[in-house]
């Protein structure tokens, strides 16, 4: 089974610049989600998605960052303006959905480096 | 709001010392608990999971985790570590409900001295 795939792996910007980060999740899953891990600290959820709706984005800064899954599988989220604060790995997941039974499938991630 | 708290911060252990983190969640609800591990570049890994029967649940590579509601406690658990198991432990809880997201702790980081 493929797993959840990322890119690109490294992203170095200079502040106010804007970046997209690509998801694809593994097949069949309806469910996907990003966080955001910033070094020290556990992966905090920014945006999840069932099928093409949002079901929750309450974490989400909606002033920089955005994201979409057309479609319903693959996704990106974007950051415009990127600050300094915004350096961290930015993880997607996805799950199966259907049940309370599941678990959560990460990919690599994407390392965002703002200067 | 789901919370979850992971006692330590930094674990240092000599191989074959046996371990525990502790875990900690806020959720008056029913739960599945997870915990996941980062080993050095790599990605977060399932290392085992409780959605409900037997509180004390078996993982890969030896570990073990038990859960015990009245503590709303998933302690994770392993006899003998080894040099191998250095990495980045995070505990993880989401709602007994359709679509409830998973919401992790701040991560234990385990460095195992040969």
């Known amino acids: 089974e493929a797993g959840v795939a990322q890119s690109p792996r490294y992203k170095i910007i200079e502040k106010r610049q804007s970046v997209a980060f690509w998801c694809n999740p593994i097949?069949?899953?309806?469910?996907l989600y990003w966080y955001q891990q910033i070094l020290g600290q556990g992966p905090k959820l920014l945006i999840q998605?069932?099928?093409?709706?949002?079901?929750?984005d309450s974490q989400l800064p909606k002033d920089r960052f955005s994201a979409e899954r057309l479609k319903g599988v693959d996704s990106t989220l974007k950051i415009q303006p990127a600050k300094l604060e915004d350096s961290a790995v930015y993880l997607c997941a996805s799950s199966s959905a259907g049940g309370a039974h599941t678990e959560a499938f990460f990919g690599q991630g994407t390392r965002l480096t703002v200067v | 709001a789901q919370s979850v708290s992971q006692h330590n911060h930094h674990v240092i252990l000599s191989e074959a010392a046996s371990l525990e983190l502790g875990c900690n969640y806020s959720y008056g609800g029913t739960v599945n608990l997870f915990w996941y591990v980062q080993y050095p570049g790599q990605h977060l890994q399932l290392l085992l999971k409780?959605?409900?029967?037997?509180?004390l649940v078996k993982g890969i590579k030896g570990f073990e985790a038990e859960f015990i509601k009245s503590k709303f406690s998933f302690n994770l658990r392993k006899p003998s570590v080894q040099w191998s198991d250095t990495a980045e432990y995070f505990c993880?809880?989401?709602?007994?409900?359709?679509?409830?997201?998973?919401?992790f702790g701040p991560g234990t980081r385990l460095s195992v001295l040969p």
């Open positions: 993880a809880v989401n709602a007994q409900n359709y679509g409830q997201n998973f919401v």
């Open positions: 097949s069949g899953h309806a469910t």
């Open positions: 998605f069932q099928n093409n709706g949002v079901v929750d």
């Open positions: 409780y959605f409900s029967g037997d509180p």
